[in-house]
């Protein structure tokens, strides 16, 4: 599975971005696609993640409300909308998938794949 994250960029508070991650090779019906952050200085932290079958998410809670991931099957993508943005949500974004998660897991290390990453930053 490879994936391929875009849609980053400078944005100012209190606006909004999309994510896309595009897919390519074989999924499963446990396959769990997620976003994850990491800004200059932490460790890498969980965001959203949805399950490839059935839709079912999850959230962090800092983030609750404002982002929303979704499938687009027909695309092989996965998308994060991301609204309401804040200087805290400046850090560089990751998909990930878990291709045989029997859970919607929050931890990077139990996602099998990763994508590249891509910037985004809020200014106040």
């Known amino acids: 599975v490879q994936l391929q994250a875009s849609g980053g960029g400078l944005v100012q508070a209190g606006g909004s971005l999309r994510l896309s991650c595009a897919t390519s090779?074989?999924?499963?019906?446990?396959?769990?696609m997620g976003w994850f952050r990491q800004a200059p200085g932490k460790e890498r932290e969980f965001v959203a993640a949805?399950?490839?079958?059935?839709?079912?998410?999850n959230y962090a809670d800092s983030v609750k409300g404002r982002f929303t991931i979704i499938i687009d099957n027909a695309k092989n993508t996965v998308y994060l909308q991301m609204n309401g943005l804040n200087p805290e949500d400046t850090a560089v974004y990751y998909c990930?998938?878990?291709?045989?998660?029997?859970?919607?897991?929050?931890?990077?290390?139990?996602?099998?794949?990763w994508g590249q990453g891509t910037l985004v930053t809020v200014s106040s």
């Open positions: 990930a998938a878990d291709l045989a998660a029997s859970v919607i897991p929050t931890t990077p290390k139990a996602y099998n794949y």
């Open positions: 090779g074989r999924t499963f019906s446990s396959t769990v």
């Open positions: 949805i399950k490839w079958s059935g839709g079912r998410t």
